[in-house]
């Protein structure tokens, strides 16, 4: 089969292995992984011909940017040498806005995005916001490339985008940290540790499934499991009371919101 556009990837951490493995579960394509410290897992499949890794720079038809915030002015003078005329340039970076993407990489054709590690098995969410004008082919490029990760949404105003990063961006922490949680709380009521740990991942995970299969709000499940007068009542009446949860959450969500914008700052 005739290789699909040449495709490079810059960076091929956590979240570029992500995508990587959903790219080659699909269509046949050309793809290139630029990483200086490759995983075992990216050299095997570069040994295998699956992919080519750190070649030298050509323009690509699509540059994918996977590195840190931080990393970006650096790597925007290395990522610079594969844009050209053809190509669009698609980041998963927190913070850093399309213009400052153009200015760096000196493109107009630049998408920004904000998937979340669950589309590592294809149950993520991704956002994308994209600069006024841009042309049809390369939304519908950056919806095809990251929907291996699961649900994508966009284009959407780039001013949602500190929101969507606070929200779905970091929100698996959040769960993940729920079911720590949950399950130290358990261990306090004097459960063993094994059991308490075990308890508590299948609660989140059966949860987490129910909301999916039933497509009931969340809301309507709790109200579901609180018996009135009960134990989740019991239990609810301090997790909702002022400074419970709500209140919470909506700290840590502008925590990490204002966070994304100070990056944004930090890549000017
Ligand atoms: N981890 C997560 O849950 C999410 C991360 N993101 C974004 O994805 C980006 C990457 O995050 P992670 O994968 O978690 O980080 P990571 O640290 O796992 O991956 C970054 C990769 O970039 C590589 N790198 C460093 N310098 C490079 C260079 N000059 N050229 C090419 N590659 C270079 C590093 O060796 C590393 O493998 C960040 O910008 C982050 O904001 C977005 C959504 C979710
Ligand atoms: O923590 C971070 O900055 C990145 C962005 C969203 C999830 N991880």
Redesign the pocket.
Known sequence: MKPAASLTL???????SALLHGWLKGPEREISV????PRPEIRALAEEGRIQLNPAPSESSIIVL????Q?FA??SE?AKAFVGPKSVAIS???GVRLAQLSRRLGTERVIRS????PGAIGQGVTVFTAPEGAKRTDLSAARELLAPLGEVHGPVDEAMMSAVTALS?SGPAYIFLLAEVMAEAGVAQGLPRDLALSLARRTVEGAAALMGESGDSPEALRKAVTSPGGTTQAALDILMDTGGMPALFRNALSAAANRDRQLSQEAD
């Open positions: 810059v960076g091929a951490g956590r979240m570029g630029i990483e200086p410290s996977a590195v840190k915030p990393q650096a790597v290395q998963i970076m927190a904000m998937p979340n590690t961006g």
